[in-house]
C-alpha cells in the first residue's frame, strides 16, 4: 500500500487553521495522499468518542493503515495515541505538535473539551509506532513547557524544542512551518 499522511487539528480548531493548509499544499504538490479530518469543535461536541467515531471511518476506508504518517497539534497528539492504543492500530510515523497529557488549567472551555482525550497509558503508544518525533516550544502560552516536555519523554527521544515558538501556531507565526517537511 501507498504511504499517505493525516493531519490532525487540535480544540476549537479546523483543518483551514494554523499550518494545516500549508503542509496540505506541500504534500500535495509532492503528489502524496493527504487527509485532513474537520473533527468536532466546542463545549459540548469535541469529545474523545465523537472524535473517534469520525477517525474509524477513516479505519474503515483503509486510509488510516501501517502506511501512513500523522501530523497531529496541541490536543490531538494525545486523542491519536488514546485511538491507535484503544484500537491496536500501527501506523509508520507520528509527528506531534505541542502535545499533552492530563493538563488542566487553559481555560474552562479547553479543560471540559480536553479532558475526555487524557489517559493514563500514554507510554503504550510506542507499541504501536517506531518513529515519534515530538515538537513543542519553550514559551507556550497555552500549555506549560513541562507539560509538553512530560509528554514527549514519555513517548519518545526525538525532540525539537523550538526557541519563542509559542503554541506553534498562526497567532505564533505558524502559518507555514517548513521544519515539518523533514518528517515526510
Known sequence: ???NYLIVHGSFSSPFSNWIPYLRTELEEKGLDVYTPDFPSGVGFQTYENWSKLLKAYVDAKVLTENTTIFAHSIAPVFICKFLIENKLKVKKL????GFNNYLGIDED??????SMYLDNLEDITKYCDDIVCYYSDNDPYVKYEAEKEFADTITNNQKVISNGGHLNTESGYQEFKELLTEI
Do not use: A
Open 1 to 3: 500500500m501507498k504511504n
Open 95 to 98: 509527528v506531534f505538535i505541542c
Open 110 to 115: 479547553y479543560d471540559v473539551v480536553n479532558k
